[in-house]
């Protein structure tokens, strides 16, 4: 039978800690696992360290912070696939698939911060989470480890410079290891997930791109040339727009190219090309109520033969 906290606070106490002592101890120990351990699974390490003998299935596998036992994270829980840019307070449940260790850098204040990072999969997909400062301290600890199952306390999902989507972990985040509330069904699914390497952005759909993202770095698609006009701004100055709607198996959407790049584009391409478009702003227009993409001066266009 394993003990209780109460139990081992005691037994700690009677050991020779003061109650001074055992705090210190324990917020040293509360620092060094970076909120993926709880009070405790930190009082049986401490208790272990001391050569005292208590006995606890749960020392390897510990979940809870103390007081969250009676809550029901599956109603907060959300699949993968259903993240999106901008979200907060992310709650996911899924598997370590791969860990890259930490990295120090230097701030613009010339302070040292640190990063680390890991692949959770579920059985909708697969989503890099990022660790920040004490929290990237985790992957320090032997138990953080590929295969292991966790509960990703994420503070919010954003777009990285490779334009693919990441969960963050700051201050109000946490990542913890294997979540013993999971039902056995979901949990004998999660154990069987494999890492495949994501094929990122570059690779998905229209339809998959325009309802995750607000820049789309790579899109492929069949071209039909909508409209190409002269506007006359306030100001009298001439402007050029044309637009061209993109179309896959999922879906189409409205590409707007304005100014030289216009005509430049209208030269290049003809009725029904195959054509990938690269660095592209996504922005909603209120009149049509629909998403449409822009070029931005990074914008390139491509025709390909499909």
Same mark, same amino acid.
Request: net charge neutral; with cysteine; charged share 30%.
């Given at each position: 039978?394993?003990?209780?906290? @109460?139990?081992?606070?005691?037994?700690?106490? @009677?050991?020779?800690?003061?109650?001074?002592?055992?705090?210190?101890?324990?917020?040293?120990?509360?620092?060094?696992?970076?909120?993926?351990?709880?009070?405790?699974?930190?009082?049986?390490?401490?208790?272990?360290?001391?050569?005292? $003998?208590?006995?606890?299935?749960?020392? @390897?596998?510990? +979940?809870?912070? *103390?007081?969250? *036992?009676?809550?029901?994270?599956?109603?907060?829980?959300? !699949?993968?696939?259903?993240?999106?840019?901008?979200?907060?307070?992310?709650?996911?449940?899924?598997?370590?698939?791969?860990?890259?260790? !930490?990295?120090?850098?230097?701030?613009?204040?010339?302070?040292?911060?640190?990063?680390?990072?890991?692949?959770?999969?579920?059985?909708?997909?697969?989503?890099?989470?990022?660790?920040?400062?004490?929290?990237?301290?985790?992957?320090?600890?032997?138990?953080?480890?590929?295969?292991?199952?966790?509960?990703?306390?994420?503070?919010?999902?954003?777009?990285?410079?490779?334009? $693919?989507?990441?969960?963050?972990?700051?201050?109000?985040?946490?990542?913890? +290891?294997?979540?013993?509330?999971?039902?056995?069904?979901?949990?004998?699914?999660? *154990?069987?997930?494999?890492?495949?390497?994501?094929?990122? $952005?570059?690779?998905?759909?229209?339809?998959?791109?325009?309802?995750?993202?607000?820049?789309?770095?790579?899109?492929?698609?069949?071209?039909?040339?909508?409209?190409?006009?002269?506007?006359?701004?306030?100001?009298?100055?001439?402007?050029?727009?044309?637009?061209?709607?993109?179309?896959?198996?999922?879906?189409?959407?409205?590409?707007?190219?304005?100014?030289?790049?216009?005509?430049?584009? +209208?030269?290049?391409?003809?009725?029904?090309?195959?054509?990938?478009?690269?660095?592209?702003?996504?922005?909603? $227009?209120?009149?049509?109520?629909?998403? @449409? +993409?822009?070029?931005?001066?990074?914008?390139?266009? *491509?025709?390909?033969?499909?």
């Amino acid at each position: 039978m394993s003990s209780s906290l @109460e139990e081992i606070i005691q037994k700690l106490l @009677e050991h020779g800690f003061s109650e001074k002592e055992l705090e210190k101890e324990i917020n040293k120990k509360a620092k060094e696992y970076g909120g993926i351990m709880s009070k405790q699974g930190i009082l049986f390490i401490i208790a272990k360290e001391y050569g005292m $003998n208590i006995y606890s299935p749960e020392i @390897e596998t510990e +979940l809870y912070q *103390e007081g969250e *036992e009676d809550i029901n994270y599956d109603e907060f829980t959300i !699949p993968i696939s259903n993240l999106k840019e901008g979200m907060e307070n992310i709650v996911l449940l899924g598997k370590i698939l791969k860990c890259f260790p !930490p990295k120090e850098f230097l701030r613009k204040d010339n302070t040292i911060g640190a990063v680390s990072s890991c692949i959770v999969g579920d059985n909708s997909g697969e989503i890099k989470v990022i660790m920040w400062d004490e929290k990237a301290t985790v992957m320090n600890n032997d138990s953080f480890r590929e295969g292991e199952l966790v509960r990703v306390f994420g503070d919010y999902a954003k777009i990285n410079r490779d334009r $693919n989507l990441e969960v963050h972990i700051g201050k109000k985040g946490k990542i913890i +290891l294997a979540p013993g509330d999971i039902n056995s069904k979901v949990k004998k699914k999660l *154990e069987k997930i494999m890492y495949k390497k994501k094929e990122f $952005n570059n690779h998905f759909s229209i339809n998959s791109l325009i309802n995750k993202y607000s820049f789309i770095q790579k899109l492929k698609g069949k071209v039909h040339i909508k409209e190409f006009k002269e506007i006359s701004k306030k100001d009298g100055e001439k402007m050029f727009l044309l637009k061209l709607i993109l179309s896959d198996d999922s879906g189409s959407v409205c590409v707007n190219i304005w100014g030289m790049n216009a005509i430049e584009t +209208l030269k290049l391409i003809e009725e029904g090309d195959h054509i990938i478009i690269k660095n592209l702003s996504l922005k909603f $227009n209120s009149y049509t109520s629909e998403k @449409e +993409l822009s070029f931005t001066k990074n914008s390139s266009l *491509e025709v390909v033969s499909f």
